[in-house]
T-cell receptor, first 118, second 113 residues
Framework: AQTVTQSQPEMSVQEAETVTLSCTYD???????LFWYKQPPSRQMILVIRQEAYKQQNATENRFSVNFQKAAKSFSLKISDSQLGDAAMYFCAYRSAGLSGGTYKYIFGTGTRLKVLA | DAGVIQSPRHEVTEMGQEVTLRCKPISGHNSLFWYRQTMMRGLELLIYFNNNVPIDDSGMPEDRFSAKMPNASFSTLKIQPSEPRDSAVYFCASSFGAGETQYFGPGTRLLVL
């Protein structure tokens, strides 16, 4: 069975600095998707970035980028030039390849709370 | 685009009562997901629909939980009877295709006393 592990329950970063959130996963599949979601105090889940496993190039969205290491099953999120609005819970998520009947498995990590210090 | 709409945003009820949570997916999306978030168990997928048909309900905790999607623009998650351990935030998400990126609603915070 697939698992997603976020080993850092909480992280802090100074405003304007860079921080990296860790995520590891376990799977026997070769084709899958990985996501980072942000959950601010409002509780809304917001997609930050997505990575297709078949792509070697790391995904980037403005100040957010990932370091995807497929062999190591690692998927870390780097936030550059941190802003106060980045403070939130960050969840790493895994989506399996399509199973028989077109079903998918979605698994979320336990989250990392990011604090941004002014 | 209005995004995924959930109602109510907050629900407080007593043990044994029936609870109905509602979700309107993003127009044009054909996949809909129900999640539950608790401190103890994190975010769990309960069930998802594709083209209004339940595809995977293996995450539904027990028979007290049921979900329906009578049409492409509406889904319900019902708990009957409710128990205190059902207290959680319930999220609905939708996507254009079950394998595509999901967009989450604001969630319904349920408290069962």
């Amino acid at each position: 069975a697939q698992t997603v592990t976020q080993s850092q329950p909480e992280m802090s970063v100074q405003e304007a600095e860079t921080v990296t959130l860790s995520c590891t996963y376990d799977t026997s599949e070769s084709d899958y998707y990985l996501f980072w979601y942000k959950q601010p105090p409002s509780r809304q889940m917001i997609l930050v970035i997505r990575q297709e496993a078949y792509k070697q190039q790391n995904a980037t969205e403005n100040r957010f980028s990932v370091n995807f290491q497929k062999a190591a099953k690692s998927f870390s999120l780097k936030i550059s030039d941190s802003q106060l609005g980045d403070a939130a819970m960050y969840f790493c998520a895994y989506r399996s390849a399509g199973l028989s009947g077109g079903t998918y498995k979605y698994i979320f990590g336990t989250g990392t709370r990011l604090k941004v210090l002014a | 685009d209005a995004g995924v709409i959930q109602s109510p945003r907050h629900e407080v009820t007593e043990m044994g009562q029936e609870v109905t949570l509602r979700c309107k997916p993003i127009s044009g999306h054909n996949s809909l997901f129900w999640y539950r978030q608790t401190m103890m168990r994190g975010l769990e997928l309960l069930i998802y629909f594709n083209n209004n048909v339940p595809i995977d309900d293996s995450g539904m905790p027990e028979d007290r939980f049921s979900a329906k999607m009578p049409n492409a623009s509406f889904s319900t998650l019902k708990i009957q009877p409710s128990e205190p351990r059902d207290s959680a935030v319930y999220f609905c998400a939708s996507s254009f295709g079950a394998g595509e990126t999901q967009y989450f609603g604001p969630g319904t915070r349920l408290l069962v006393l």
